[in-house]
């Protein structure tokens, strides 16, 4: 079963607009990333943040993290066509003594008009 | 630095043939994971090697899937014979050893069985 689920399922903004995406979880994870797919092709990792933070940034990227909450949102500022891809959220928990497992949410569809 | 390798791109085969892909994951990677990826969906595992050994598997239909990772290397998924619902993008990925959050994936194979 996924663990992430992403909401809203699709989301069309203006070019320059600021696009958020929210991640919801069920269990316990070591960490949360965001990965970032264009059509076609495989998947590009954007961001992590660990159970332990709060918020990070990259460039134009802002992800937060609430673990009370078990939720995680993505903020891409001053948006561009090139961002029009599918986003999905990912969590990492612990499977073995040694090894955690990846499980992905099932995606959110931005599209950026120019 | 070569990125994982996965060929074919594309494959077509007709319900009950057989088909295979193969994977070449990054140089020094331990880690490999085969993921299949529904249209609208995000990445589900199908299996995970360490090494030669089998990490995880727990979500490989096995009574049509099979997947080998000789020499700690190359990999290859098969699937024998295949069914309607096997159409699917198939992801692979690699990782350092017990690095299971910072995965790198290839470009994948498209599947359409009709």
């Known amino acids: 079963s996924q663990q992430g689920e992403e909401d809203p399922q699709a989301l069309s903004i203006q070019e320059g607009e600021n696009a958020t995406m929210n991640c919801s979880y069920k269990t316990s994870i070591n960490n949360l990333q965001w990965y970032r797919q264009n059509s076609g092709r495989g998947l590009v990792h954007l961001i992590l943040i660990r159970s332990n933070e709060r918020e990070k940034h990259s460039g134009r990227l802002r992800v937060t993290l609430d673990t009370s909450k078990k939720s995680s949102s993505l903020l891409i500022t001053a948006s561009r066509a090139a961002d029009t891809a599918s986003y999905f959220c990912a969590t990492d928990r612990q499977y073995t003594g040694a090894n955690s497992k990846l499980t992905f949410g099932k995606g959110i569809t931005l599209s950026v008009r120019p | 630095e070569a990125g994982v390798a996965q060929s074919p791109r594309y494959k077509i085969i007709e319900k009950r043939q057989s088909v295979a892909f193969w994977c070449n994951p990054i140089s020094g990677h331990a880690t490999l994971y085969w993921y299949q990826q529904i249209l609208g969906q995000g990445p589900k595992l199908l299996i995970q090697f360490q090494n030669n050994g089998v990490v995880d598997d727990s979500q490989l239909p096995k009574d049509r899937f099979s997947a080998e990772r000789l020499k700690g290397v190359d990999s290859t998924l098969k699937i024998q014979p295949a069914k309607l619902e096997d159409s699917a993008v198939y992801l692979c990925?690699?990782?350092?050893?017990?690095?299971?959050?910072?995965?790198?994936f290839g470009p994948g194979t498209r599947l359409t069985v009709t």
């Open positions: 990925a690699s990782s350092l050893e017990y690095r299971e959050y910072e995965q790198y």
